[in-house]
């Protein structure tokens, strides 16, 4: 009987393990007199979101905070599949979180600082955006001279094709059946203009390198090794420019898609007074210029979008649970595969 029950405790410790989503990295920062414990799953990386949460703690020294960084994939499958138990899940994949808010995973909240957010920057009083980060084209000083830079996607694909021996094997993107944030941004230009479709045939057959990640691209562009990278997370590449030469960032004048960082608090919250707290601290971290520049995160700032028309903030609603689908998502992919891996 004994022999069986630790068979059994064995079988469980293991289909848990194979079921356990990625994590990249975990850090704990200790309270200076704690009192209670603030557990964030997220997507940010930790030189962006560390400032932020020395700043909460400043203001609320009794929490201490657990912050688990993975991939918006994982952090899906954290909340939903495993039910991992999480105060906070901070996201750049709107529509996973749109799904996870829309399934039932998502506590309500709502306070006066949330209803100071615009109209598009929260859904349901369950998904709330604090920052308005672009995708962008990062391009390489060695193979574009100040200015030499395409500007729209149509120049991009126009350069490509007239130049395959300079652009072979050297150019980058997310590979977006990994990537939660690349196959939200791709089904976003699908949506947006019909020469999204002709620049992956032309990518596809100049040998395009995939990425899981943005810092890889944008590492990889600054060396030299890629030409260009696609749909690069600009918060990410404009942080990065501060300190590595060798690149550098254009945004699109024929339309730049703006992705909305997110933060909801999940059903399994076992602390969400403190998650409360962080939400509204993120809703008006952006009135600390130095937090955001030392964070790196492009606080939401409705004029910003109004100066420039060419940035599309993708927008909340069912729309964004369209190419979730299985079908949708399936028949997406196969097209994309298509189109980036031609016999």
Same mark, same amino acid.
């Given at each position: 009987?004994?022999?069986?029950?630790?068979?059994?405790?064995?079988?469980?410790?293991?289909?848990?393990?194979?079921?356990?989503?990625?994590?990249?990295?975990?850090?704990?920062?200790?309270?200076?007199?704690?009192?209670?414990?603030?557990?964030?799953?997220?997507?940010?990386?930790?030189?962006?979101?560390?400032?932020?949460?020395?700043?909460?703690?400043?203001?609320?020294?009794?929490?201490?905070?657990?912050?688990?960084?993975?991939?918006?994939?994982?952090?899906?499958?954290?909340?939903?599949?495993?039910?991992?138990?999480?105060?906070?899940?901070?996201?750049?994949?709107?529509?996973?979180?749109?799904?996870?808010?829309?399934?039932?995973?998502?506590?309500?909240?709502?306070?006066?600082?949330?209803?100071?957010?615009?109209?598009?920057?929260?859904?349901?009083?369950?998904?709330?955006?604090?920052?308005?980060?672009?995708?962008?084209?990062?391009?390489?000083?060695?193979?574009?001279?100040?200015?030499?830079?395409?500007?729209?996607?149509?120049?991009?694909?126009?350069?490509?094709?007239?130049?395959?021996?300079?652009?072979? %094997?050297?150019?980058?993107?997310?590979?977006?059946?990994?990537?939660?944030?690349?196959?939200?941004?791709?089904?976003?230009?699908?949506?947006?203009? !019909?020469?999204?479709?002709?620049?992956?045939?032309?990518?596809?057959?100049?040998?395009?390198?995939?990425?899981?990640?943005?810092?890889?691209?944008?590492?990889?562009?600054?060396?030299?090794?890629?030409?260009?990278?696609?749909?690069?997370?600009?918060?990410?590449?404009?942080?990065?420019?501060?300190?590595?030469?060798?690149?550098?960032?254009?945004?699109?004048?024929?339309?730049?898609?703006?992705?909305?960082?997110?933060?909801?608090?999940?059903?399994?919250?076992?602390?969400?007074?403190?998650?409360?707290?962080?939400?509204?601290?993120?809703?008006?971290?952006?009135?600390?210029?130095?937090?955001?520049?030392?964070?790196?995160?492009?606080?939401?700032?409705?004029?910003?979008?109004?100066?420039?028309?060419?940035?599309?903030?993708?927008?909340?609603?069912? %729309?964004?649970?369209?190419?979730?689908?299985?079908?949708?998502?399936?028949?997406?992919?196969?097209?994309? !595969?298509?189109?980036?891996?031609?016999?």
């Amino acid at each position: 009987m004994r022999i069986a029950a630790v068979t059994a405790l064995i079988l469980l410790w293991v289909s848990r393990a194979v079921l356990a989503f990625e994590v990249e990295d975990h850090i704990t920062y200790p309270a200076a007199n704690e009192g209670s414990v603030l557990r964030i799953i997220s997507t940010a990386d930790r030189e962006a979101f560390e400032p932020i949460i020395a700043a909460f703690q400043a203001q609320h020294p009794g929490v201490k905070v657990e912050y688990t960084i993975t991939g918006t994939t994982s952090l899906m499958q954290a909340i939903a599949e495993e039910e991992a138990v999480f105060d906070l899940a901070i996201s750049s994949a709107m529509d996973l979180q749109t799904k996870l808010a829309n399934d039932g995973f998502a506590q309500n909240y709502d306070d006066a600082e949330t209803d100071h957010l615009p109209e598009w920057a929260s859904w349901r009083n369950q998904i709330f955006a604090f920052t308005q980060e672009p995708a962008v084209l990062v391009v390489s000083d060695a193979f574009f001279p100040d200015g030499d830079a395409p500007r729209s996607r149509d120049q991009l694909i126009a350069l490509l094709r007239e130049n395959p021996e300079l652009f072979q %094997g050297r150019i980058g993107t997310y590979d977006v059946r990994q990537s939660g944030f690349g196959y939200l941004m791709a089904t976003q230009d699908s949506r947006n203009s !019909e020469s999204f479709w002709r620049l992956m045939e032309v990518m596809g057959r100049l040998d395009a390198k995939l990425y899981c990640c943005s810092g890889d691209m944008i590492r990889d562009v600054a060396n030299g090794e890629l030409a260009l990278a696609y749909n690069v997370l600009g918060s990410y590449a404009s942080s990065q420019q501060s300190g590595v030469d060798g690149f550098q960032i254009i945004e699109f004048e024929d339309y730049v898609n703006v992705m909305l960082r997110t933060a909801l608090i999940p059903e399994t919250s076992l602390n969400p007074e403190d998650a409360s707290k962080f939400i509204d601290f993120l809703l008006v971290f952006g009135q600390n210029p130095d937090l955001v520049l030392a964070s790196g995160l492009p606080a939401i700032n409705p004029s910003v979008l109004r100066d420039n028309t060419a940035l599309r903030p993708i927008r909340f609603g069912p %729309g964004l649970l369209v190419f979730l689908d299985k079908i949708r998502r399936d028949n997406f992919l196969k097209n994309w !595969e298509s189109s980036l891996f031609q016999e």
